[in-house]
């Protein structure tokens, strides 16, 4: 990497930095929106995230850890009853057959536990690199993960962190400037930020804490002042 990219690396780093600090304030408690209370709930819960919003997962998981209140419940379950109790969550089918069979290989394979590493996750039915990172994070506490969830990827392209929309891509820049203490929480943070403010058809650029740090806003200025 010549000087140019060395010192865009350390820019890209300065602002995810600032940009870290201002979401800590706005948004101090960094949670994951799905409600969960057991490790294998979230693992669940994550799979039905997929297409589908996270409060609509969050209705159809209260009534769903009630009818299924264990890991053996879900890995024994009549797979045609439990498509239809996630079935408000779309794509039931898969989803289904991906919970059950993810169940049965914790129970066969993993002690009854979610486990703990990124090779360990990906083995499971259902599970990709942004589920994996999200358990990770939230379950183990786990320095720097990347959730490159679709609110991750614009915010981060907006604030020019990232020159990628591809989610691999996504992931390895932003372990690159992201300091690894922060990025999990950062990833909550965008989440709750871009369902705010930075929305993917209208953003409030108006309203926006970060306006003096994101390129996006700066363009979107520039071409206002062009058209008066």
Not at 129 to 152: E, I
């Amino acid at each position: 990497m010549g000087e140019k990219g060395q010192a865009e690396k350390q820019e890209r780093r300065r602002r995810a930095a600032a940009v870290a600090e201002i979401l800590e304030k706005k948004y101090p408690d960094a949670l994951c929106s799905l409600t969960y209370q057991k490790d294998y709930e979230l693992l669940i819960s994550v799979r039905l995230s997929a297409q589908c919003t996270d409060a609509r997962v969050n209705i159809v998981t209260q009534t769903l850890f009630e009818q299924y209140p264990t890991l053996e419940s879900f890995a024994n379950a009549n797979l045609e009853q439990l498509e239809q109790a996630v079935r408000p969550c779309g794509f039931y089918k898969v989803k289904a057959a991906d919970i059950q069979n993810a169940c049965r290989l914790l129970l066969e394979r993993h002690g009854g536990h979610v486990p703990g590493t990124m090779e360990e996750l990906l083995a499971l039915p259902g599970v990709g690199r942004k589920t994996a990172n999200l358990l990770l994070g939230d379950l183990f506490g786990q320095p720097g993960v990347v959730v490159a969830d679709t609110h991750c990827i614009r915010i981060a392209g907006r604030l020019g962190l990232v020159d990628s929309a591809d989610p691999a891509k996504v992931e390895q820049q932003l372990r690159e400037v992201v300091a690894p203490d922060k990025s999990n929480d950062l990833c909550h943070r965008l989440v709750l930020f871009g369902r705010e403010v930075c929305k993917a058809r209208k953003p409030a650029c108006g309203d926006c804490p970060l306006a003096q740090l994101c390129p996006y806003e700066k363009e979107q200025g520039a071409l206002r002042q062009k058209a008066q």
